[in-house]
């Protein structure tokens, strides 16, 4: 089967850092994709991983293990405006027809 | 990056009624997108795959007769949601995969349904 987990809710302090894991399980893996949403607003693309290691971006940096099926999006120097959900998606072999597999969502608070 | 348009951002229409929402991608062109729907502090749920040219691919659960899904050009889909109820009410995205290697997904702003 398909099954990708995230942590439901996560606090942080403005100014801290906060690593949101994911792993997964699913049938075929072509790179994994996080994206940020704000409340009543489409989700915007943070980060795509297809091979092993950390690629930093800024104050957001994701890794990816493909041998542990895992993966996990860090953000620095926190700030009020980084308080958003955050989805973990897996991306399956094509031939899928491009269909994102997705995680339930990280709800990130950040706190003063 | 590549825009996708959705419209309208927002309606509501009263129960029975009908609703069609329109997925434009601008500045390249979709043979597929995607249809998601997603209720309040809750994730993104897939509804439907939408096929240019050819009928939609309905994930496990959703009714093809209550969500039509039209994807008659190679920049525009469309979901109209038939004989709406308040359970309907929900945010409405799609979402059109970039072209050529790359893999990202180019969401829609969104459109807000409210079922009175």
């Known amino acids: 089967g398909q099954n990708i987990d995230q942590p439901t809710e996560m606090t942080a302090t403005e100014g801290a850092i906060v690593q949101i894991n994911c792993t997964y399980q699913?049938?075929?893996?072509?790179?994994l994709f996080w994206y940020q949403q704000h409340a009543g607003e489409a989700p915007t693309f943070l980060s795509y991983?297809?091979l092993d290691g950390l690629e930093e971006k800024g104050r957001f940096s994701s890794f990816l293990s493909r041998s542990k099926g895992y993966s996990y999006l860090l953000l620095k120097e926190l700030q009020m405006k980084d308080s958003a959900s955050y989805l973990c998606?897996?991306?399956?072999?094509?031939?899928?027809?491009?269909?994102?597999?997705w995680g339930l969502g990280t709800s990130l608070a950040v706190n003063p | 990056g590549a825009v996708v348009s959705q419209h309208p951002s927002w309606v509501i229409c009263k129960s029975g009624t009908s609703v069609k929402i329109e997925c434009r991608s601008l500045d390249f062109q979709a043979t597929t997108m995607f249809w998601y729907r997603q209720f309040p502090k809750q994730s993104l749920m897939l509804m439907a795959t939408s096929n240019e040219g050819s009928k939609a691919t309905y994930e496990q659960g959703v009714e093809k007769d209550k969500f039509l899904i039209n994807h008659a050009s190679l920049t525009l889909s469309t979901l109209t949601v038939t004989s709406a109820h308040p359970e309907d009410s929900s945010f409405y995205i799609c979402s059109a995969p970039a072209q050529g290697g790359a893999y990202e997904q180019y969401f829609g702003p969104g459109t807000r349904l409210t079922v009175t």
């Open positions: 991983n297809v």
């Open positions: 998606a897996v991306y399956p072999p094509a031939g899928n027809n491009r269909k994102l597999i």
């Open positions: 699913t049938s075929g893996f072509n790179g």
